[in-house]
């Protein structure tokens, strides 16, 4: 059987140790996802949600517990093997695009590609090839400011996608959007992630998106259940 793409156990984290306001985020959490499974976080606000998927996206560092990506262990690995792991191994979304204003779609998603050493004539293509696959290829020289907040989304899952990433974590990837444009382009985040075999978290307030992935964590006061 293959190694799950994602692998956390005991995690722990706790902010302002020792202080008044000492706050202790993550208790004892674990979970694995498997090869091409996609599994809603849910979590009231406070819960930990973006606390945990930073931990996951190497982002930050737990307190204790161990963060495997596809096998490796993470924690204790230099600041720059872990930089060079992120970029490689883990897309990010988030709730707002954090695209690049001065930069047109296409640059937007082939800039980390560029970073990672891919030669131009590549990036772009590939870049054409997922805006293309999100319905957005006729944006492609277009600035963020020019695109609607479902477009700039879709760009946003391209530029994740870009480097091949083995996972996806993704902090309310539609939440910023209406109901409408929220449920069409998470149709279009999904079908990305299927078509691709990626590995996804994906965290949402939305029960009813969460009930379109394959399994449903919950977070609650830093403890996880349904895992
Ligand atoms: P969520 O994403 O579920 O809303 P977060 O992971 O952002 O929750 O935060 C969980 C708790 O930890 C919150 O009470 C938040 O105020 C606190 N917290 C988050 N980051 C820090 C930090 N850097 N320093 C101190 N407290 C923090």
Redesign the pocket.
């Known amino acids: 059987m293959s190694d799950p793409v994602l692998s956390l156990h005991g995690i722990e984290?706790t902010?302002?140790k020792g202080l008044p306001?000492e706050?202790r985020?993550?208790r004892d959490v674990g979970l694995e996802i498997m090869p091409g499974e996609v599994v809603a976080l849910v979590?009231?606000?406070?819960?930990?949600?973006?606390?945990?998927?930073?931990i996951a996206g190497l982002l930050d560092t737990p307190d204790a517990g161990s963060v495997r990506i596809g096998g490796e262990e993470m924690t204790g690995l230099s600041d720059r093997r872990r930089t060079a792991a992120r970029r490689s191994d883990v897309g990010f979304v988030y709730q707002f695009h954090h695209l690049l204003p001065e930069f047109s779609a296409l640059e937007n998603v082939a800039l980390p590609q560029r970073a990672d050493g891919v030669a131009r004539g590549e990036a772009e293509a590939r870049a054409r090839e997922l805006l293309a696959r999100v319905g957005v290829e006729a944006r492609a020289d277009h600035r963020p400011a020019q695109m609607s907040g479902g477009e700039q989304q879709r760009v946003a899952f391209c530029r994740a996608l870009a480097n091949r990433p083995r996972l996806l974590l993704a902090?309310e990837p539609t939440g910023n959007l209406d109901p409408e444009t929220s449920d069409r382009v998470f149709g279009a985040l999904m079908e990305l992630v299927r078509d691709t075999g990626l590995s996804a978290l994906i965290?949402t307030h939305n029960l009813e998106l969460a009930q379109r992935m394959d399994r449903v964590l919950r977070?609650d006061a830093?403890e996880l259940a349904g895992a």
């Open positions: 984290k902010y302002n306001s706050i985020v993550l979590a009231p606000s406070g819960a930990g949600k973006s606390t945990l998927l930073h902090d965290a977070l830093g």
